[in-house]
């Protein structure tokens, strides 16, 4: 579970950092640019000292194996491994750039609260493919868990108050529940099919596609970058990268059912926690309570 803790540590850094960026009105490509900058030469680094910077000699020779690891469930060998990591990864990396935009957008006008957590539930993408294609069943016990999970979520996100807002700013809301979603099943499509120790290379791959549009992007924008800018984009760029890497460790020890409502869950306490000794917001009644159902659904869902 130590995987999933650090998961959590880094993936909670991300929102507070975001949050802190929108308050203070920075440039957003800018900010997104310079993470992914620091995101994929980290993933370089561990890649090169893994010595897995050596292509294949024949790319499509290789398809077959992938063919077959779909049909049998097996894992892929090396060189296989290693053209997964690539195809995977790129369709990754979109994914992440478009995730981290509209992550920051509904920060800035739904709250980091909201955004946090309909961004998390976007879990159940993942949890919902690995139970229909891979048959990844919790226990019973664990199931409760799940349910408490997705109901304290719900719980969170919901605002008597701000009903007519919601309703109108509900498009930016499905759209990070649906791309962070598709995001988050990339790592478990990735992990189900290659060799862990590939996981360098889809990283890299990852965070270079997301760089190389996010730079596109910015220099479109034509907008003026500050210093600010690039030293926060730095500062997400580090948890962002170990996010990943932290949750693909995970996923080889725990159940896709239980690792991701805990990844979940244990992401949103935290982010409230931040926000409340950092931002000085105090947690409503409301928040309290599903921040004691969130702790009581990991306990359940941590039985293996």
């Known amino acids: 579970m130590i995987y999933l803790f650090l998961a959590v540590i880094c993936s909670s850094s991300i929102v507070l950092i975001l949050k802190f960026s929108e308050s203070r009105n920075l440039n957003r490509l800018a900010v997104t640019t310079a993470n992914y900058v620091v995101a994929f030469l980290a993933s370089f680094f561990f890649m090169i000292n893994n010595d897995q910077l050596r292509l294949p000699e024949n790319i499509f020779d290789l398809v077959p194996d992938i063919s077959n690891?779909?049909?049998?469930?097996?894992?892929?060998?090396h060189?296989?491994?290693?053209?997964?990591?690539?195809?995977?990864?790129?369709?990754?990396?979109?994914?992440?750039?478009?995730?981290?935009?509209?992550?920051?957008?509904?920060?800035?006008?739904?709250g980091a609260g909201i955004t946090g957590a309909v961004s998390k539930i976007g879990i159940f993408i993942p949890m919902t493919f690995s139970i229909?294609?891979?048959?990844?069943?919790?226990?019973?016990?664990?199931?409760?868990?799940?349910?408490?999970?997705?109901?304290?979520?719900?719980?969170?996100?919901?605002?008597?108050?701000?009903?007519?807002?919601?309703?109108?700013?509900?498009?930016?809301?499905?759209?990070?529940?649906?791309?962070?979603?598709?995001?988050?099943?990339?790592?478990?499509?990735?992990?189900?099919?290659?060799?862990?120790?590939?996981k360098s290379v889809f990283l890299f791959t990852v965070f270079f596609t997301a760089f190389l549009i996010s730079a596109v992007f910015t220099y479109l924008n034509n907008k003026k970058i500050s210093r600010m800018d690039i030293l926060t984009g730095i500062m997400v760029g580090i948890p962002n990268m170990f996010t990943s890497f932290f949750i693909i460790s995970a996923l080889k020890e725990v159940k896709t059912t239980v690792a991701f409502p805990v990844y979940s869950a244990g992401?949103?306490?935290?982010?409230?926690?931040?926000?409340?000794?950092?931002?000085?917001?105090?947690?409503?009644?409301k928040d309290l309570y599903a921040t004691g159902i969130i702790i009581l659904a990991i306990s359940l869902m941590s039985f293996q």
Request: hydrophobic share 50%; with cysteine.
């Open 69 to 77: 690891s779909f049909s049998t469930g097996a894992s892929l060998p």
């Open 79 to 110: 060189e296989s491994s290693f053209l997964w990591a690539i195809l995977v990864g790129v369709f990754g990396g979109i994914l992440y750039f478009c995730g981290f935009i509209v992550i920051q957008k509904s920060i800035r006008d739904n």
């Open 132 to 198: 229909i294609f891979w048959k990844e069943y919790p226990s019973e016990i664990q199931w409760i868990g799940i349910v408490l999970a997705f109901g304290a979520i719900i719980f969170a996100s919901y605002s008597p108050s701000q009903t007519k807002e919601l309703k109108y700013l509900r498009k930016s809301l499905i759209l990070v529940f649906i791309v962070v979603g598709f995001a988050e099943f990339s790592n478990k499509f990735f992990q189900k099919y290659a060799l862990i120790e590939y």
């Open 267 to 285: 992401s949103i306490i935290i982010i409230n926690l931040g926000s409340y000794l950092i931002f000085k917001e105090k947690l409503s009644k």
